[in-house]
């Protein structure tokens, strides 16, 4: 037999490796940031955050008396809006994946989808931030305008010590309704479900602690609507309030978050 | 290159639901090679998208893996510029333009703005096509689009799930063009499809699977090759005769085709011999690809005993 050379081009082709660099962060963020607001009713959402507010704003200058033309009344109102529509923008960032189908090229082009997710959580947080901003100075325009047609004083009542308490309350909110979309999986649903724990179950929460007096005591540590309205209340100061929220947030966010996204990670994306 | 090892994908029985307890992909082997498209066949609900979903991570196997170039697809650090999907043209935002899809596709990769119009071009997508929102697009509009999304990132690797769905004539024509080109400069393409006829003039390799097994896979032509020879002559009735003379068993089939599992060389030979005159002699390819596809995948049809 005569030998042979075997050609090297018959060994093991090694894969061009493409340098390709790991997916920055900060560039999924701005993607989430962008699909949140990229669609006919992300964009109106965003609209109606914006002109709710100024309208809420200037129905307190017609209508409130002028012992109410203070900034904390603009805020109020002006903020509003925002603790029902922010809500449903956390949820639909991350439902619509799910109910639109979009997820089929968002997580091939990001197979991590604790990543995605993360890139979401970061992108709401920073709409509530800029939002509960937004609030804050159309409130002081309102109030600047509404002292000065009402020729009182401009009052302005609300101190570095309730305003980040205001912006807390509006991220739980935010919070609550992300962690139902991570949940449920499903615009409809989550949507749903946000006003049932937002609007039946502090009713049903709030007569059980009526007719139950041992429930009376429990309730501020399970009901997260009580500690929602103590922070836009800017009434969160002990630490047993702060506590309470804690408690409430575990129960409704961290927990609940936890088990949706060891679900999320393995589940079927169809 | 895409290796599929062993792949399997089961229901937990305990679950809920329809698929509970049900075995959608079982055992499935098999690779896509460099410059050569593969056909992914098989009836509907064998398991073709499910393999598929695995490959790029939409869905957990539950056992065996699938690698492409070697590395699993999750590991991939940006999977966009290595690999191009297209699962369901249909999975899509429908409020969002056609243009934006791909603006957040290429962002997403890192990709410049520039290389999206250069992407509607290639798809012909007009830019007032690309204005408008996806929900009024077309079948064929969002499979062009989803082609779009899946070449955005240059890739040197495609996975597609029923690309040619909805596409009009030429725009198969133009899939077809685009798929074999791609081949030719060395990527890797996997093409699942029931169309048959679309599969037999593109693929350069099968794989069939059936009720989630392989039940044949291998070059086309290996393949069609079991699948014998049609002749037709003025004479059919003359021709089939001689072929039994000749101790080859043939078929007379109604629209006056003779059909056997002899080659072409061997017909002509008889057909020669008996002085029959052929007008059309060729490997039973047209045919060969269905017959074989009913036959392959025929306990699995729903129709019954097709084959």
């Known amino acids: 037999m005569t030998a042979m050379t075997i050609p090297t081009d018959t060994a093991q082709v090694t894969p061009v490796r493409r340098t390709a660099r790991p997916i920055p962060t900060s560039q999924l963020v701005r993607v989430e940031l962008r699909k949140m607001f990229d669609t006919r009713s992300g964009f109106w959402m965003l609209v109606s955050i914006g002109v709710l507010s100024a309208i809420a704003a200037g129905s307190v200058v017609v209508f409130a008396p002028d012992s109410d033309i203070t900034y904390a009344t603009f805020v109020r109102a002006s903020g509003f809006p925002m603790s029902v529509i922010l809500p449903m923008i956390a949820i639909l960032a991350v439902t619509s994946e799910w109910s639109q189908r979009s997820g089929l090229t968002t997580f091939t082009l990001v197979p991590s989808r604790g990543r995605v997710i993360g890139a979401k959580g970061i992108a709401t947080v920073l709409v509530g931030l800029g939002s509960v901003a937004l609030a804050f100075a159309v409130g002081a325009l309102g109030n600047l305008a509404g002292s000065a047609l009402a020729g009182v004083d401009t009052v302005w009542d609300v101190s570095w010590s309730i305003a980040p308490q205001i912006v807390l309350g509006n991220l739980v909110g935010m919070a609550i309704g992300f962690t139902l979309g991570v949940v449920m999986r499903n615009s409809a649903a989550a949507i749903v479900g946000y006003f049932v724990v937002s609007l039946v179950m502090p009713g049903i929460l709030v007569l059980l602690a009526q007719v139950r007096s041992w429930f009376e005591d429990l309730q501020p540590w399970i009901d997260w609507n009580y500690t929602q309205v103590e922070l836009f209340e800017g009434a969160t100061n002990t630490g047993e309030e702060w506590a309470m929220l804690g408690s409430t947030t575990m129960i409704w966010i961290v927990i609940p978050l936890i088990v949706g996204l060891l679900f999320l990670r393995r589940s079927e994306v169809k | ?307």
Do not use: C
């Open chain 2, 1 to 307: 290159m895409i290796t599929v090892e062993s792949l399997t994908r089961r229901y937990p029985s305990t679950g809920s639901g329809r698929r509970a307890g049900f075995t959608a992909v079982d055992s499935v082997s098999f690779t896509a090679q460099p410059g050569r498209v593969t056909g992914f066949l098989g009836p509907n609900g064998a398991g073709k998208s499910t393999t598929m979903r695995v490959m790029v991570g939409l869905t957990v196997p539950t056992s065996g893996s699938a690698t492409i170039n070697g590395e699993r697809f999750a590991d991939l650090p940006n999977p966009g510029l290595e690999v191009g999907v297209l699962l369901d043209a249909s999975a899509q935002h429908a409020g969002r333009t056609g243009r934006e899809i791909l603006a957040v596709a290429a962002a997403t990769m890192g990709l410049p703005d520039s290389r999206v119009d250069e992407m509607l071009e290639l798809v012909s997508l007009t830019p007032t096509e690309a204005k408008r929102r996806v929900r009024h697009y077309s079948l064929g509009m969002r499979q062009r689009l989803g082609i779009a999304t899946a070449l955005l990132g240059d890739p040197r690797v495609l996975i597609l799930d029923e690309p040619a769905n909805g596409l009009d004539p030429a725009g198969i024509r133009w899939m077809r063009d685009l798929l074999t080109g791609f081949a030719s400069r060395g990527g890797t393409v996997l093409l699942s499809s029931h169309l048959l006829h679309e599969i037999e003039v593109i693929a350069d390799d099968l794989v069939v699977i059936g009720n989630g097994r392989i039940v044949a896979s291998g070059t086309k032509d290996e393949l069609l090759s079991a699948a014998g020879t049609l002749a037709r002559s003025t004479s059919p009735r003359d021709l089939a005769h001689a072929l039994e003379e000749a101790g080859v068993p043939s078929t007379l089939a109604g629209d006056g085709s003779v059909r056997t599992d002899a080659d072409p060389a061997r017909v002509g030979a008889v057909a020669l011999t008996a002085g029959i005159a052929l007008t059309e002699l060729r490997s039973a390819e047209g045919a060969g690809l269905e017959d074989m596809f009913l036959s392959l995948t025929a306990d699995t049809q729903r129709e019954g005993a097709a084959a």
